[in-house]
């Protein structure tokens, strides 16, 4: 008996191999942050940032349409970003940044504008795009991989998450019976005036949801189109971290560079 029991539960745990956004999202609601918008994208509870910006906030729009969204000379400051115990994640996504984007992270002189890194909030998020004054990008415990600061950063470039795209619907099939209730929301995709798409969808960009984010039942809550049972693992590109070509081509092509 004992045997089946070890067997049963080995087939709950192997049932998937959980995703680098899953992971996210996780840590997330270990953190108290369980409500954050598409999982790790600060929205109403903020006094700095109005509901209806985070549907609506143009930042996908080209440099000289969205000015405000956008960082100057492609360069994105660091507040504070020595102090880490794992230092070396968030210097390996800098690097990432530095070969193969126009975008350079340098720690911070006198720049009004910056991103605050910070463990100490808990969690793992990024506002989307430049709000101005100092804003605060959380990588807490748990979140030290390189990949996770270089999907973190990319909200902060200005990108939301790939399948919220307005063509999504040609890629993925959406399964909200599996979802946990009241996390249907985090599924929802822009309209073309709202977003521009920077190039081809890609189904293992760093932005992209794995297939089972927000998942209350161990299926899928999204997959590759006609792939019920995610045989093409969603968002997952990395061996060692980093960006797919296509996440490195829509930086650049946002930024003119
Ligand atoms: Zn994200």
Known sequence: ?????????????????????????????EAGHGDLFEGDIPCEDNPMYEETKCSEWASWGQCEDNPDFMWYYCRMTCGKCDWFPTVDAIYAAFD????????????????????????????????????????????????ESTKTAVHEMMHCAGFYHTQSRTDRDYYVNIYEENMYEGTE???????????????????????????????KNNEPTITAKNDPSCNTPLGQPYVGGGFRQSDIDKLNSMYNC
């Open 185 to 215: 929301y985090n599924f929802a995709k822009y309209t073309a005036d709202q977003v521009d798409l920077y190039g081809y969808y890609d189904l293992y960009s760093i932005m992209h949801y794995d297939c089972y984010s927000f998942s």
């Open 1 to 29: 008996m004992r045997a089946v029991v070890f067997l049963l539960c080995l087939g709950v745990a192997l049932a998937h191999e959980r995703g680098n956004f899953e992971h996210i999202i996780e840590i997330n609601r």
């Open 96 to 143: 990432q940044y530095n070969e193969h984007t126009c975008i350079r992270w340098v720690p911070r002189t006198t720049e009004t504008d910056y991103a605050h890194i910070s463990r100490s909030y808990g969690g793992c998020w990024s506002y989307v795009g430049r709000l101005g004054g100092k804003q605060d990008l959380s990588l807490g415990e748990g979140c």
